[in-house]
């Protein structure tokens, strides 16, 4: 069964609007969740995190908020860019637990349309 | 600085041969993973080494055979290629394990004929 899962695979957003990536868990036991981003040829970079004692964290244009009852999570990026266009791969951790590697989604294809 | 380097960067084998993806972080990073990303798949974890002189298998770990060399190099084995082996395998290290962000490596395209 999927722990994580990213059930759009592929979202196109006019550049200026807003993008929202979404990521659903099934284990409450997850503490930790990432995203990363992913261009074509190149290996997964981070890109923002957030514990579980948090519900949204913000860096600049990227803003992640987490649902822990719902659990779900998701990443905001306003005002979208050309730049932008990537694969988005959530990533999820129970930090210092058994499951202290990272379990990834299987993604989102971000098409940012100038 | 280099971050994670993987070699080579692209192969292609044939059914029943051997070989051996090299990685190695300049980091300091005590923690080193390889995964593997399918189409549709996402990333999933087929080894991994917490610390220097230890491994563990990840999600996918049949075929595989892996070594930490130093704190540094992490090398990854496939005894007999198979065609279910064609992926895209990424290096990546954390500072420790359950550190919340791994570095990655740019990736190697393995393909299997």
């Known amino acids: ?114 | 600085n280099a971050g994670v380097t993987q070699t080579p960067k692209f192969q292609v084998l044939k059914t029943g041969q051997s070989m051996t993806l090299q990685c190695a972080q300049d980091m300091n990073h005590n923690s080193m993973y390889w995964y593997r990303q399918d189409p549709g798949m996402g990333l999933r974890l087929i080894y991994y080494s917490a610390s220097e002189g230890t491994t563990d298998k990840g999600e996918v770990p049949n075929g595989y055979n892996v070594s930490r060399l130093n704190k540094r190099e992490f090398s990854l084995r496939l005894e007999s290629a198979a065609p279910s082996q064609t992926s895209v395998y990424f290096c990546a290290s954390s500072v420790y394990r359950g550190n919340t962000e791994a570095f990655f490596g740019q990736g190697t395209r393995l393909t299997v004929v």
């Open chain 1, 1 to 114: 069964d999927q722990q994580v899962k990213q059930n759009s695979p592929s979202l196109s957003v006019q550049e200026g609007r807003i993008s929202i990536l979404n990521c659903d868990y099934t284990n409450s036991m997850f503490d930790y969740f990432l995203w990363y981003k992913k261009y074509p040829a190149e290996g997964p970079t981070f890109l923002i995190s957030i514990s579980s004692i948090k519900d949204k964290n913000e860096d600049g244009r990227f803003t992640v908020f987490l649902n822990k009852s719902a659990k779900h999570l998701s990443l905001h990026i306003v005002p979208s860019q050309p730049g932008d266009s990537a694969v988005y791969f959530c990533a999820l951790m129970n930090y210092g637990g058994s499951q202290g590697n990272l379990i990834f989604g299987k993604g989102t294809k971000l098409s940012v349309k100038p």
